[in-house]
């Protein structure tokens, strides 16, 4: 698993006691910062292109703020990639969240009938292809939608939204990858708990966002509280990490208590 470094006298991954199994934080991110900030460039790669009076991409209000103005219809596109810089290896269950609130995300006006704008989230491979992503889009055809797809094997599913806040999640349990929204506290996709199924994907992955104002309407959009956690069912000792401490906690599932040791 590569991992980034932590802070300096912080604990970066926690061990904790989930009737065997162990979680640990991969790389998480609350966008903390001064206004006009970039991003924290150790676990994000910004590759951006901002036409328009006023356009930017950068952190406002502790949050990372994507403010699209670009004046053109659906080929003047204002839009940014956002890249994960981490990497989950192969095999690893995970479950990664992120917060996202649409400040200015209007009906365009008709400059090209496919014209939209839309923010998207998506998990990807260690090269770059997409397993499956999770777009809240608005265009001046369809109106205000989710869209939820899969080039894993999985589904596609589209369905109207106006929520202007909420929360998306993606998860993998034993190579099987799932999509979910945040409805009234409870993670589903359309009213089912079970997820949108995204598909089978066993490789390394890595996680993407893009923010894409393509319609001549204004787009303002807010993400925050990017979080992705590791898990493995394991029976043996679990310790809290301390870059400048020794372990301050040691538990044990096995009878037998040994002296403990740090993971490397």
Not at 214 to 236: C, E, H, K, Y
């Amino acid at each position: 698993m590569k991992i980034f470094k932590p802070n300096r006298g912080k604990s970066f991954i926690k061990g904790s006691e989930r009737v065997g199994e162990i979680t640990a934080t991969y790389m998480s991110d609350d966008f903390t910062g001064n206004d006009g900030d970039p991003p924290d460039l150790t676990k994000w790669n910004v590759i951006s292109v901002l036409d328009g009076d006023g356009s930017y991409l950068n952190i406002q209000e502790n949050k990372y703020e994507f403010n699209g103005n670009s004046e053109g219809g659906h080929f003047d596109e204002c839009y940014a990639h956002v890249f994960g810089l981490g990497i989950i290896d192969a095999g690893e269950n995970f479950t990664v969240d992120i917060d996202w609130n649409l400040e200015s995300f209007a009906i365009p006006e008709e400059i090209f009938g496919s014209a939209w704008n839309y923010f998207q989230f998506a998990v990807l491979t260690e090269g770059g292809g997409y397993i499956g992503q999770v777009i809240r889009l608005v265009s001046f055809n369809e109106g205000q939608r989710l869209l939820g797809s899969s080039f894993a094997g999985g589904d596609n599913d589209t369905i109207a939204m106006t929520d202007t806040s909420g929360q998306f999640r993606f998860k993998r349990v034993s190579n099987i990858i799932t999509l979910y929204y945040k409805v009234n506290g409870t993670w589903e996709w359309d009213g089912n708990a079970a997820g949108l199924n995204i598909g089978t994907s066993a490789g390394a992955v890595k996680f993407y966002m893009r923010f894409n104002q393509g319609t001549g309407t204004p787009m303002l959009v807010q993400v925050d509280n990017f979080i992705a956690a590791i898990s493995t069912t394991s029976n043996r000792a679990m310790y809290v990490f301390d870059k400048e401490a020794q372990p301050k906690v040691f538990k044990s599932f096995n009878k037998k208590v040994r002296r403990p040791k740090i993971w490397r």
